[in-house]
């Protein structure tokens, strides 16, 4: 009998919130960094690594519900599961532990007031990464895409949607963009800030840039800083979707692919872009391109207001020096293998074995 499952098999029962117990078996630190929502720790990875036969012995775990057993990898989960089976529990190991859960993903409706339009928010919860699917009428658009492109071409056919636009916020360096591949798969125009070094045809972004959807209108503004050509997506003038500018608790960083003086130079302007974006009305939603936590499967979107951000956000609150030196104190590690990420993201090209290696590891995009 096979005593693994499958991470389509576990997101589909957390999407629907089927009665499941996710034990993490990692070392704490490995968990600190990312973890599947909901999911509870046994500190024992020591125990079963040296193979101790009653490790999780003591462990406490809920009657008459699947435990999912989950580390890195999938081998010490396995050891894991089968110490709870010897239990007489209805215990599964994660097949490829965290690293394949880095392509899971959940959905939210985002509550808007756009008449006729209907917008998604497609949370990579493995990894973070937040994109979005609106659409009217019979046509739909997709901002960032960073999960697999089925998934996207299955929420637009259940809404009798055709993918008429794929456009990216940026260039991204913590995964892997799927954008210019779904504008392939589905004939779709793709539209991207202009960069020199993009090796592929697409449809530069401008500021004279607008994309009509029946009753969804969509223009561009510039809001470089995180990278020189990053840009915000401004929807129906009530939505922005920010990218890597602004999350709705950080601002982004500047110094990928940068210098000392770069950074420092994309720093400030940043701190324009993010003034810019704070004279917007209040009430403008913001839908950012990242989450520093996992994201649940609670099905409630990500978002805040500009108005939220200007009385929560204490960097948004400082000049320009002061903004710049704060944010270059408090720049976080470079994203694992961001150098060839960008490569590839310039290219166009996806790697020829897995993207899992690549992109595994928390996104690490905001300053704080």
């Given at each position: 009998?096979?005593?693994?499952l499958?991470?389509a098999?576990?997101?589909?029962w957390?999407?629907?919130g089927?009665?499941?117990?996710?034990?993490?078996?990692?070392?704490?630190?490995?968990r600190?960094?990312?973890?599947?929502?909901?999911?509870?720790?046994?500190?024992?990875?020591a125990?079963?690594?040296?193979?101790?036969?009653?490790?999780?012995?003591?462990?406490?775990?809920?009657?008459?519900?699947?435990?999912v057993?989950?580390?890195?990898?999938?081998?010490?989960?396995?050891r894991a599961?089968?110490?709870?089976?010897?239990?007489?529990?209805?215990?599964?190991?994660?097949?490829?532990?965290?690293?394949?859960?880095?392509?899971?993903?959940n959905?939210?409706?985002?509550?808007?007031?756009?008449?006729?339009?209907?917008?998604?928010?497609?949370?990579r919860?493995?990894?973070?990464?937040?994109?979005?699917?609106?659409?009217?009428?019979?046509?739909?658009l997709?901002?960032d895409?960073?999960?697999?492109?089925?998934?996207?071409?299955?929420?637009?056919a259940?809404?009798?949607?055709?993918?008429?636009?794929?456009?990216?916020?940026?260039?991204?360096?913590?995964?892997?963009?799927?954008?210019?591949?779904?504008?392939?798969?589905?004939?779709?125009?793709?539209?991207?800030?202009?960069?020199p070094?993009?090796a592929?045809?697409?449809?530069?972004?401008?500021?004279?840039?607008?994309?009509?959807?029946?009753?969804?209108?969509?223009?561009?503004?510039?809001t470089?800083?995180?990278?020189?050509?990053?840009?915000?997506?401004?929807?129906?003038?009530?939505?922005?979707?920010t990218?890597?500018?602004?999350?709705?608790?950080?601002?982004?960083r500047?110094d990928?692919?940068?210098?000392?003086?770069?950074?420092?130079?994309?720093?400030?302007?940043?701190?324009?872009?993010?003034?810019?974006?704070?004279?917007?009305?209040?009430?403008?939603?913001?839908?950012?391109?990242?989450?520093?936590?996992?994201?649940?499967?609670n099905?409630?979107?990500?978002?805040?207001?500009?108005?939220?951000?200007?009385?929560?956000?204490?960097?948004?609150?400082?000049?320009?020096?002061?903004?710049?030196?704060?944010?270059?104190?408090?720049?976080p590690?470079p994203?694992p293998?961001?150098?060839?990420?960008?490569?590839l993201?310039?290219s166009g090209?996806?790697?020829?074995?897995?993207?899992?290696?690549?992109?595994?590891?928390?996104?690490?995009?905001?300053?704080?």
């Amino acid at each position: 009998m096979n005593h693994s499952l499958e991470v389509a098999t576990l997101r589909a029962w957390l999407e629907a919130g089927q009665p499941v117990t996710v034990l993490d078996v990692r070392l704490l630190a490995e968990r600190q960094e990312w973890a599947i929502p909901g999911s509870v720790h046994a500190d024992v990875y020591a125990q079963l690594k040296a193979k101790v036969p009653d490790a999780l012995a003591t462990t406490e775990l809920p009657a008459g519900i699947p435990v999912v057993t989950v580390c890195a990898a999938g081998q010490m989960s396995q050891r894991a599961a089968a110490q709870l089976r010897a239990r007489g529990l209805d215990a599964y190991s994660l097949a490829g532990g965290m690293k394949a859960w880095g392509l899971a993903w959940n959905t939210a409706l985002v509550p808007t007031t756009l008449s006729g339009g209907t917008l998604l928010q497609v949370r990579r919860t493995g990894k973070g990464c937040l994109s979005y699917v609106a659409g009217a009428g019979d046509e739909a658009l997709v901002i960032d895409a960073s999960v697999e492109l089925a998934v996207y071409q299955q929420l637009a056919a259940e809404r009798g949607w055709r993918i008429r636009y794929v456009l990216d916020t940026h260039l991204h360096a913590d995964h892997l963009s799927r954008s210019r591949a779904l504008a392939v798969a589905t004939g779709a125009e793709l539209l991207l800030p202009p960069h020199p070094e993009l090796a592929f045809a697409y449809t530069p972004v401008t500021a004279d840039t607008v994309l009509v959807l029946g009753t969804l209108r969509l223009r561009v503004l510039a809001t470089p800083g995180h990278t020189p050509e990053s840009v915000t997506y401004m929807l129906n003038e009530r939505v922005v979707f920010t990218g890597d500018t602004l999350f709705t608790d950080a601002v982004g960083r500047p110094d990928l692919k940068a210098n000392t003086a770069e950074a420092a130079a994309r720093a400030g302007q940043l701190y324009q872009s993010v003034r810019r974006l704070l004279q917007l009305p209040a009430d403008t939603l913001v839908l950012p391109g990242h989450a520093s936590q996992p994201v649940a499967f609670n099905q409630q979107p990500l978002h805040t207001t500009i108005g939220a951000l200007r009385e929560s956000l204490p960097l948004t609150q400082l000049p320009e020096a002061a903004l710049v030196a704060t944010v270059l104190d408090r720049i976080p590690p470079p994203p694992p293998n961001y150098l060839t990420i960008s490569r590839l993201n310039l290219s166009g090209e996806m790697p020829e074995d897995s993207p899992l290696d690549l992109e595994a590891g928390a996104n690490r995009c905001a300053v704080h």
